[in-house]
């Protein structure tokens, strides 16, 4: 897991479970979309098509990773 799990992690985590930190974003949903290959690769034709998607899904916060 990279460096996007952590800060998902930093933003979502539950409120007053009494278990470690709280979130950032009482309630959020966090909706994964991934657009790198498998082989590592960020290619550009994938990366458009993730940006579509997220357009339609039109989520409050977008967390987009450049760097892999």
């Given at each position: 897991?990279?460096a996007?799990?952590?800060?998902?992690?930093?933003?979502?985590?539950?409120?007053?479970?009494?278990?470690?930190?709280?979130?950032?974003?009482?309630?959020?949903?966090?909706?994964?979309?991934?657009?790198?290959?498998?082989q590592?690769?960020?290619?550009?034709?994938?990366?458009?098509?993730?940006?579509?998607?997220?357009?339609?899904?039109?989520?409050?916060?977008?967390?987009?990773?450049?760097?892999?």
């Amino acid at each position: 897991y990279g460096a996007d799990t952590g800060a998902a992690c930093v933003i979502g985590a539950a409120h007053e479970n009494g278990v470690g930190i709280k979130g950032i974003v009482p309630k959020v949903t966090l909706y994964p979309v991934k657009y790198i290959s498998s082989q590592g690769r960020a290619v550009f034709p994938r990366f458009l098509k993730a940006l579509e998607h997220i357009s339609e899904v039109r989520p409050h916060v977008v967390l987009l990773n450049l760097v892999g």
